[in-house]
């Protein structure tokens, strides 16, 4: 029975290892790649080569960054007393766009799941506690996903951050602008009566 | 593939792509399940964010008969489980109760009676319920209704009833207390206190409420952990993750 080469069936194989890619999918890529003219080819090779020779995670607020210190962290105008906690850099990017906010940010790389192992010691949870330690931050602004491991990673931060004399604050949650109320699902309802607002 | 119903707990969930998450659910009538949730992940998905660890929902799967993952299609939220923005210990507590659950059973498995004891631990623990009370009561239960009950008042090695009267030898490997003359030779063996023996019997009998009203001392309930960490680590065949969490639980 014919085979792949050695070399297409080890590019096949890096191919599979990327996530919701499974052996057929793999076979496609590699096909493409033959087909592609070279230049192009290896652009995708370098590209793959500097993402991970240039890109590292910022040493402050372990956002994606080519430098020590991420373009968030370098802005002067940024506000250095207003701290935002995200679980990952893509959900940085997400509040970036939102416009809203502009303080800092701190990336957890990730949540705090026992179920999976992880704990607090497997996050940048310390390094996070130094930065406040450090006194300029007035607020840390918990924004977390809201799940059940979300809020418990919230949680255990918030706790950790008790002696401090920060205010600890977490986004709100509720009914989304433009919705109507009659269909606006009971849990949703729930936490935006839980977290109502001095109108 | 028939459309099955069931009510279920939200026991592990795994993303499986940008919009999809792998779950397996603890269901009341079909036991343990694996499936997947097409577009879980996004805003407006058919579940309305009722998956999420240790809630609560009525679930519809369509069943495969293959070892393929169950399809899941519909997804209703009944309760969500708050404390975790509140209080980590019941959290962690929560947790436990969802590694046993899938440490224990095994899929397609079903037990109605397990199901409704779990599903009246996450409600206490999300309320006021003692933690500690509460995780033990749930650890023996699930024990006794899964077959693995550790025998607390006849020796594990002759059947003679042994008596809980100072200190009591309690054989890991043979599941339960042992009398002086089956105890030598035997490995893995503790003593427990005679208190810690008939604590131990009050929230293992299911057919009383009375440990609601127990009250133990602090060191009974190290004493009891430990002798629990170890007769489930032996019985796992591993060290559950959440018992390295649960430390304080004791205190």
Known sequence: MAQFSATLANLINHFAKLPGIGQKSAERLAYHVLRVNKAEALALADAIRDVRENLHYCQQCYFLSEQDLCEICRDPQRDPALLCIVEQPRDVIALEQAGAYRGLYHVLLGRIAPLEGIGPENLTINALIQRVQKGEVREVIMATNPTVEGDGTALHIANALADFPVQVTRLARGITTGSILEYTNREILADALTGRQKF | ?251
């Open chain 2, 1 to 251: 593939m028939a459309a099955e119903k069931s009510l279920a707990i939200v026991v592990r969930m795994v993303e499986f792509s940008e919009t999809s998450l792998v779950v397996s659910l603890f269901t009341r009538d079909f036991g343990k399940i694996g499936a997947l949730a097409k577009g879980a992940r996004r805003p407006k998905s058919a579940f309305e964010g009722a998956l999420d660890l240790l809630s609560v929902c009525r679930v519809v799967f369509l069943h495969k008969s293959t070892d393929a993952l169950d399809l899941l299609t519909e997804a209703k939220l009944v309760r969500r489980f708050r404390a975790g923005a509140r209080d980590l210990t019941r959290l962690y507590a929560g947790y436990y109760v969802a590694e046993l659950l899938d440490e224990l059973t095994h899929p397609g498995d079903p037990h109605p009676d397990l199901y409704d004891a779990a599903e009246q631990a996450l409600a206490e623990l999300d309320g006021a319920g003692s933690v500690t009370a509460v995780a033990l009561r749930f650890e023996m239960t699930a024990l006794r209704i899964l077959g693995h009950m550790p025998s607390l008042s006849e020796c594990v090695g002759c059947g003679k009833p042994v008596e809980a009267v100072g200190r009591v030898a309690f054989g890991m490997l043979e599941g339960g207390v042992l009398c002086p003359d089956c105890r030598p030779g035997k490995r893995q063996v503790v003593s427990i206190s005679a208190e810690g023996v008939k604590t131990l019997q009050g929230f293992a009998d299911a057919t009383t409420e009375a440990w609601r009203g127990q009250t133990v001392h602090p060191k009974i309930w190290g004493e009891l952990r430990g002798v629990l960490n170890h007769y489930l680590a032996n019985l796992l065949g591993k060290k559950p993750k959440l018992h390295e969490f649960l430390g304080t639980l004791a205190e």
